[in-house]
């Protein structure tokens, strides 16, 4: 029983899954070739896929305007749901304000969302 729960401590999310740790690999390097890094479809601060983590404040980043309501100066919620991801401002309600950075917020948990159940069906 104690050798299981130790398996289970060093077994982390990233090393359970190889998908994700050679995609992290390959968009790092990418990204150090000039790859956008709100293209990213996995991590690199939270080094997980970007659905799993886009509702971190850390996605938040106003001077790009990625999560970020500019008329209201106000962080997006994100709802990720199985196939997309949903931008929502909760101070004006309107939606996702239809901007190109949050439009690549979407697109990119789209594809991360793809990315990590194409792996689970690998399976
Ligand atoms: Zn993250
Ligand atoms: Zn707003």
Known sequence: ????????????????????TAVLSAEDLAEELGLDPHARVTCGLHRRWLHECV??????IPVTG????RPCG??????VDETTARLFCPRCGTGTPDTAAN?????????????????VRAL
């Open 1 to 20: 029983m104690r050798r299981r729960a130790h398996l289970r401590l060093v077994t982390s999310h990233e090393a359970g899954d190889p998908t994700l």
């Open 55 to 60: 509702g971190s404040p850390d996605h938040v």
């Open 66 to 69: 990625h999560r970020w309501c």
């Open 74 to 79: 106000s962080p997006l919620e994100v709802f």
């Open 103 to 119: 439009r690549q917020v979407v697109r990119a948990c789209r594809t991360s969302l793809a990315a990590s159940h194409a792996h």
